[in-house]
């Protein structure tokens, strides 16, 4: 009995330190992550603020043009957010004809 007394004190006590933690230093919101971090020697190069934007013809979901898949060549080139978008399109384009 004496022992759950104890155990019962030290959560006690735990909590009310934990609060007070919380009060001092409250938790920061997570942040939005957009994949694995990569390093400057590989993988993505990085999006410049203020870069063109380009429209996908199948969602409407304007992203950054250094980002988007392309189809096509010249003057009739299509810029997609997604494979899914892309191959949604060409198969949609495809049934139309």
Not at 19 to 40: E, I, T
Not at 57 to 84: E, H, M, W
Request: charged share 20%; hydrophobic share 40%.
């Amino acid at each position: 009995m004496r022992f759950l007394v104890w155990f019962i004190r030290a959560l006690f006590i735990l909590l009310v330190v934990r609060m007070v933690l919380r009060l001092l230093f409250p938790p920061r919101p997570p942040q939005a992550s957009r994949g694995p971090a990569r390093g400057p020697t590989g993988g993505r190069a990085p999006e410049v603020v203020g870069g063109e934007l380009v429209r996908d013809p199948q969602c409407g979901t304007y992203i950054p043009k250094t980002r988007a898949i392309t189809v096509g060549a010249g003057d009739n080139v299509l810029y997609f957010c997604s494979d899914t978008c892309r191959d949604a399109y060409t198969l949609a384009t495809a049934s139309s004809r």
